[in-house]
Nanobody, 125 residues
Framework: VRPVESGGALVQPGGSLRLSCVAS???????????WAWYRQVPGKQRELVAS???????IYADSVKGRFTISRDNARKRVYLQMDNLKPEDTAVYYC?????????????????RGQGTQVTSSS
């Protein structure tokens, strides 16, 4: 079972995105018996926890996203969402979802890039 993430895009600083994660292959009882979380990773760094949501709907956020990101879950549809507001360039990363215990195989994630207009991207190739 691998969650499928979507919703990533290129956005300007201050913008918003809503990421979705669907665990359609998971049986409903599995989805409804686990806490779920969003993680992110940038090249060269370890994957980090961004936000988690418990069965009780209690939430935990990384300090860097508190007040800007909101995690939610839809048990009936086996979906987890991450509403991201007031995005900053440092939020640029590949975003993944998984259970809080990281019990599922990681999928490819969804790329979020926060970059202003006119920002140059240089290539060494």
């Amino acid at each position: 079972v691998r969650p499928v993430e979507s919703g990533g895009a290129l956005v300007q600083p201050g913008g918003s995105l809503r990421l979705s994660c669907v665990a359609s292959q998971a049986i409903t009882s599995f989805f409804n018996s686990h806490d779920w979380a969003w993680y992110r990773q940038v090249p060269g760094k370890q994957r980090e926890l961004v936000a988690s949501i418990a069965l009780s709907r209690n939430t935990i956020y990384a300090d860097s996203v508190k007040g800007r990101f909101t995690i939610s879950r839809d048990n009936a549809r086996k979906r987890v969402y991450l509403q991201m507001d007031n995005l900053k360039p440092e939020d640029t990363a590949v975003y993944y979802c998984n259970t809080f215990e990281e019990s599922l195989r990681w999928n490819q994630g969804t790329q979020v890039t926060v970059r202003g207009q006119g920002t140059q991207v240089t290539s060494s190739s």
